[in-house]
């Protein structure tokens, strides 16, 4: 696969492509990029994924938060970053993946505009896109323009039906919901894989060791942080796979302070990882965060948790189709 970020291409390709953020790489998104495949197939055609390096909503959100604008916008955090959407798109077998530099002219451009940019750089035969695209400022762009569109522009346009699982339309906010309420196994089913985020190992207060289970301690960045609780998880360091007892809480029993923190106990772990990015693959949560009378209590918690863990799970292989990267 072919992936156009910063140079542009010099000639014009023939292919079949979709447009979208691909927050998760969800079944949906799969859905989509296995019917411009077959398509491009029947045409004898190369395949084109058009994303962006940020989400629109994210690089909004920031903006306006720096901005004098009252019109705040919230932004629920991604459920996966670019080197992991990359190796997604990589991995469907995809020819090209353009990654569009989020940015004010961008973002600025009419649906119009932003459809000639695109056929600017490569000869599109047919878009392929959901029932839910918008595109343009401020989403002006609507299906219905879209469709005018191709006939102006003289390419082919094929709409999908949002895809369906246990009754629920599948869809990146509806996901991000499910794991914000800390429902992370209902939610890794409409990802078809465990949700997942990195994050570099910080250095705690070291209370984790003081009690004989000593923590990585992760600050998420820009993705979705699950509920509070104690998750079962297993956490990827440089290719190695761990089982561990993961808190995302605000550690009621030795604290007062609110922030939202995510503790990592990685069982048979041995090795000092301060500093090294990894990578927290969440299963189910287990229980929910509580306040303990005393550390003795909050020990013994932690014990049961790991006990639990260990007994119900187990280490899967390195490329295990659930995991990610």
């Keep these: 696969m072919k992936v156009i970020y910063k140079k542009l291409p010099s000639r014009k390709k023939e292919c079949i492509a979709t447009i979208g953020s691909f927050d998760g790489i969800h079944l949906g998104h799969k859905f989509i990029l296995k019917k411009i495949k077959k398509e491009a197939k029947r045409r004898g055609l190369a395949t084109l994924v058009i994303t962006f390096d940020v989400l629109p909503q994210q690089f909004l959100s ?12 919230y932004f629920a955090g991604c459920l996966s970053d670019l ?18 530099k989020i940015s004010h002219p961008l973002l600025k451009l009419s649906a119009e505009d932003f459809i000639i940019y695109v056929c600017r750089y490569f000869k599109v035969r047919k878009f392929i896109v959901g029932e839910d695209f918008s595109f343009g400022h401020f989403g002006s762009g609507s299906l219905s323009h879209f469709k005018g569109l191709a006939q102006k522009y003289k390419f ?40 997942s985020l990195k ?22 960045g820009e993705y979705v942080v699950p509920h509070k609780g104690v998750y079962a998880a297993y956490v990827v360091i440089k290719r190695k796979i761990y089982l561990a007892a993961v808190n ?34 969440f299963i189910k949560k287990i229980r929910a965060e509580r306040k303990f009378p005393d550390l003795a209590k909050l020990k013994d918690a932690v ?23």
């Design 62 to 73: 920031k903006y306006m938060q720096h901005s004098d604008s009252k019109s705040k916008r």
């Design 83 to 100: 080197e992991d959407k990359v190796v997604f798109v990589r991995s469907l077998g995809i020819d090209y993946l353009w990654i569009l």
């Design 199 to 220: 994050g570099v190992v910080s250095k705690g207060r070291g209370l984790g060791t003081k009690l004989g289970f000593p923590t990585a301690n992760i600050h998420p």
């Design 156 to 195: 082919d346009l094929s709409v999908v039906k949002r895809k369906r699982k246990k009754n629920k339309n599948i869809s990146s906010s509806f996901i991000r919901q499910l794991i914000k309420r800390g429902r992370i196994d209902e939610a890794s089913k409409f990802l078809n894989k465990q949700y």
């Design 303 to 325: 014990q049961r948790d790991i006990k639990f863990i260990t007994s119900k799970y187990s280490v899967p292989p390195l490329k295990h189709p659930q995991l990610v990267g």
């Design 248 to 281: 995302v809480g605000c550690r009621p029993t030795t604290t007062d302070k609110q922030a939202t923190v995510i503790e990592a106990h990685v069982i048979d772990l041995t090795k000092h990882i301060l500093g090294e990015e990894i990578r927290v693959v």
